[in-house]
């Protein structure tokens, strides 16, 4: 990858939704440095991503789970190159730091963490991990003992805080969203029963008429040896067809 001609170099307009930040930023300061591209990125909700390129924002890469890039190629075109799943990550559940780890090695201790908690920090219902969490508490039969207590607020903007600061007793998001912020423990994922992986995939609009530095990009991150940097951020690499 090192010594890319400058011919060739070029800048790749990236939006991703929060959860790879972490190691995205890793990952894309190791790109820049072996090669000569640039990549400007922007994080957002995904879906405000979906909502910026249905309104005609352009982007040569996006980064979004899987269903999302379902949903925005029925408005946007997209390459048939480029096309595939990237990432896994579930999950955690946090509290704040110093705080006892709470039991959620069964979905009945889960269960019981909901009823017991005065205030649940959750991500938004119109995202992926955020629907998961609403049809969860309405399986485990308690939706009216629970969601009054529920604080809905995106681990992007500053949900996981919430916990920090003793305002919610405990939260549940993607863990690469919260295990860097300060003042939380992630106390561990949900157990297999109820846990709901989101798959990270990739998509390049059709409109990039010059691909060829945002496919670069992505041979690059997802490369197994670059597997630890994404398990350093919450992730595990699969790679595959989407």
Known sequence: MAGVPAAFAGEIRLFSGGAPQRALRTLTAEFEQATEHRVTSTFALVTAIQ????AGEKADLLLLPVPLIAAVEKAVAMRPEGRGVLVRVGIGVIVR????RP???TPEAVRK???DARAIAVPRPDTPSGAHL?????QFGIADAVRPKLVIKAAIDGGGELVARGEADVGMYLVSEVQSIKGITVAGLLPAPVQ??????SAIPADNTTPAAALAFLKFISDPAKATQWTAAGFELVGGKN
């Open 134 to 138: 609403d049809r969860m508490i309405g």
């Open 113 to 115: 963490l909901l009823i």
């Open 97 to 100: 730091e110093g705080a006892p």
């Open 196 to 201: 709901n992986y989101v798959l990270y995939g």
């Open 51 to 54: 909502q910026k390129m249905e």
């Open 103 to 105: 039991d959620i090695s």
